[in-house]
Each structure stands twice: as C-alpha cells, then as structure tokens.
C-alpha cells in the first residue's frame, strides 16, 4: 500500500518548514587567528602612610611650681605682720610657684613616631576585553570578547534564507541582495560569537 499525503497536508507542512527557517541554527567552530588584549588605564584609590619622627614637649611635673608657692609662702608669711600678714603669705604663694615654675623650665623633648596617610589615585593598566579575529567560511571577522577563547570559538549561525523572487537573465550580472554567500549560512550583523 501507497503512503501519500494530500495536497492539504503537504502544503501544510511545506509551510510549516517555511515559517520555521528563520529560526534554525546551527553551531559552528571558527578557527581564531588573533586575539589582541585591550588595555586601559584605571584609576585606583590607595592609601599611602608615612612615618615620621616628631619631638614633642611632655607635660611639666609641677614639682617646681608647688616648691616654690611652699617657700614663697612661708617667706611672706615671716615678712608680713598684723593684718598684711595673710595678704603677703598669699603674695609669697603666687610669686614663688611662678619663680619655681621658671627654674624647673621644659621638660626634655620627647621623641614620637606619627604616622600620616593620605589617599592617592594610582593608575594601573589593566586588560578590560579582547579585540578577535576569527575566519568562518573563508571570511574573517572581528569581534571583541569579555575573555580571550583560545584557538577556537563557538558561533551560533542563522541561515539568511535567499530571495523570494526568480532572477531576471539579463546580460548584467545579478545583485546579491542581502549578500548572502553561496552556503547561506553567515553569523548575524552585530552578533558576537559564543564560548
């Protein structure tokens, strides 16, 4: 027995695979013939310190000033008499922890290590995608990448279905429109190939 379609369903399914061709895709390898790292300057914020040396002054004892108010105003209290006996103690108080703060003078200077950071743009190259060759079907393409792929590299290929007209002969050759290749089968304009 026979299997046949009839022409209903035949054109059916013709149309079917009509509709769907755009969407078939293939996946090919392409040899890749460079690919050449693109490099920019980044600026980077960095912390940068330095340590110095710095003399800096203790705090007085106050071993000075409290001697001499202690002679001071024993002084004032034996030079004074009567009711001005009390206002010289206190005069000898105040002139002697004066006197005394004189001759104790500044401590000796002590010796610190400060340290001082300050924030600092450096520049550094680094490599922010790859500039590739590849060839496919005789033809060479460029496309830049996030990594570089190595000797070869994945595409996804679409077939550009041919047009939908029969050629005029003519004596003038014919246009190509579309610029479709002979195997029909060329990556999409604008797409990058896939790892």
Known sequence: MKNTLNPITSSLLTLTVIALTPFAQAQEVARVLS???????VAT?????TNEQVAVNGPKSGAGAA?????????GNSVGR??????????GLFGGAILGDKIEGNPTPEVRNVQNC??????????????VVYEFAGKQYTAQM?????PSVRLQITPIAG????????GYPQPNYGNVPSNGMVPPPGSAPQQ
Request: net charge positive; charged share 10%; aromatic share 6%.
């Open 82 to 91: 009567g009711d001005g006996k009390a206002a010289a103690t206190m005069l």
């Open 67 to 75: 001697m001499g108010a202690i002679a001071g105003g024993a002084i």
């Open 118 to 131: 300050t924030r600092q743009m450096v520049y550094e190259s680094r490599v922010t995608a790859y500039s």
């Open 35 to 41: 690919a050449t790292p693109i490099v920019q300057q």
């Open 146 to 150: 996030p990594n570089d792929p190595g």
């Open 45 to 49: 914020p960095r912390q940068v310190c």
């Open 163 to 170: 047009p939908s007209y029969a050629p005029v002969q003519t």
